[in-house]
């Protein structure tokens, strides 16, 4: 019983997220990124670095040069191309070109939500512990 009374407190938390976060529709993951009827607007090309972070989301988007974040939805089960997850761990930072699609709308001094459409130019920096510097990778399309 206190199990089932948590799920629902949890479910209603991430509806309640959801909802603040101003999603226009239901974020549908087998329609990928692009064809998503929660994509709210054009999708557009960004260089950034992308990691996992602590928190929700923890899949984001670093655009390199300026303060903000980009948050990558679904949490948990987040819309990316197999040439980010295949790479993507707590130990990983990966550089490149991200053709992001906007779950959001876009408002100063907060994270914009958003899922990834396709990677390109990719740097993958992996970190082992024990190491001062990472392993790089490059991956090139």
């Known amino acids: 019983m206190k199990n089932l009374r948590?799920?629902?407190c949890l479910v209603?938390?991430?509806?309640l997220l959801l909802t603040s976060l101003g999603i226009a529709g239901e974020i549908n993951v087998e329609k990928g990124c692009k064809n998503n009827p929660a994509v709210i607007g054009e999708c557009f090309l960004i260089h950034g670095r992308i990691s996992i972070y602590n928190g929700s989301?923890?899949?984001r988007i670093w655009l390199v040069g300026t303060n903000r974040l980009l948050g990558v939805l679904p949490s948990e089960n987040e819309i990316l191309p197999d040439n980010i997850k295949k790479y993507l761990t707590l130990n990983t930072r990966i550089y490149g070109d991200f053709l992001v699609c906007p779950l959001t709308q876009f408002k100063p001094g907060h994270m914009q939500m958003v899922c990834i459409e396709?990677?390109?130019n990719l740097v993958i920096e992996r970190y082992v512990e024990g190491k001062k510097d990472p392993i790089v990778l490059r991956q090139r399309d």
Do not use: D, N, Y
């Not at 209603?12 to 509806?15: C, E, G, M, V």
């Open 6 to 8: 948590f799920f629902k």
């Open 12 to 15: 209603l938390s991430f509806l």
């Open 57 to 59: 989301p923890s899949v």
């Open 118 to 120: 396709s990677a390109s």
